[in-house]
């Protein structure tokens, strides 16, 4: 699934393109696509005439502004977007067709056919369910380190990981960034939010901010069937460290780096520089108290 750096990747190439571009006709071929309107002749009937004024992105969703609403696209596990000459042979598992106003077609791609596109007006997209019960955006000025303190507090019995994949403790974040953040922090995925001592929350605070900063420096990691916009390739595969990279010595230490499974995601650490921690049991003898 494309993370939040990929997102990003596509959302400044889509804008490049599409901003003062207006929908003249839309073809769905995939009606299960659309979540509202559901009916494929409503949901033209909403965006035919529309122009392209930005585009946005919250944690893994795209927005297209659209003046009076948004088209809200979530690209699951493989949709791609990509912007052809109009006539263009359409490539395999097109189905979306937005007609462009330049002679041009924006289409969308979808191998698996999990992403989701949904109209949903300006007034209502502060209260929209999905958007709303986000968390915070990493990359944002506003994500503090008090922030993000904030919300480790709240579940502290959560497995890093877990906790980290979570979209509803922090935006954006998915299997290969959270790896590589957690690397860099020197942190084992199956440690509990809550024994993270002050200096770990601060150093893996940081490692989220970098690794994605460079994810989005690099276009996105362009692992299995991630592309950009016109097949545009990422680089940030080149920088990983531990994801995908199991039986592999590790950069720092050496050692192999293992692959085990945790909150369901295959996890990808070096068990020499991400110790995992130990609970130590205190015990009493009679007579003495603690």
């Not at 990509?82 to 330049?102: E, K, Q, R, W, Y």
């Not at 990493?138 to 959560?158: A, C, H, I, M, Y």
């Amino acid at each position: 699934m494309p993370e939040l750096p990929e997102v990003e990747t596509i959302r400044r190439a889509l804008k490049e393109r599409l901003v003062g571009r207006t929908f003249t006709d839309v073809e769905i071929r995939l009606p299960r696509l659309l979540v509202d309107p559901r009916d494929p002749k409503r949901f033209r009937h909403v965006l035919i005439g529309k122009t392209v004024h930005d585009m946005l992105r919250r944690g893994k969703y795209l927005l297209f502004d659209l003046g009076d609403g948004y088209l809200l696209s979530h690209l699951r596990m493989e949709g791609k977007y990509d912007v052809i000459p109009a006539g263009s042979i359409l490539p395999p598992h097109t189905h979306m067709i937005f007609v462009l106003d330049n002679d041009a077609w924006l289409i969308y791609r979808d191998v698996r056919q999990f992403g989701t596109m949904e109209w949903v007006r300006r007034e209502a997209l502060s209260t929209h369910p999905s958007l709303q019960k986000l968390g915070p955006e990493p990359l944002d000025d506003g994500f503090t380190l008090s922030v993000w303190n904030e919300r480790l507090n709240l579940r502290k019995g959560q497995m890093i990981k877990a906790f980290l994949l979570d979209q509803t403790n922090i935006a954006g974040m998915g299997n290969i960034y959270v790896d590589e953040a957690l690397y860099l922090a020197g942190i084992h995925p199956e440690t509990p939010a809550g024994l993270l001592s002050k200096k770990k929350r601060a150093g893996l605070y940081a490692a989220i901010r970098e690794v994605l900063t460079r994810g989005v420096e690099a276009g996105g990691a362009s692992v299995r069937t991630y592309r950009a916009p016109n097949e545009a390739l990422g680089y940030f595969q080149l920088e990983l460290s531990v994801y995908g990279r199991s039986s592999h010595p590790c950069p720092k230490c050496g050692q192999m780096i293992e692959r085990i499974v945790v909150a369901g995601r295959g996890t990808h650490f070096c068990p020499s520089c991400q110790k995992k921690p130990v609970r130590r049991l205190v015990s009493v003898k009679k007579g003495e108290q603690t």
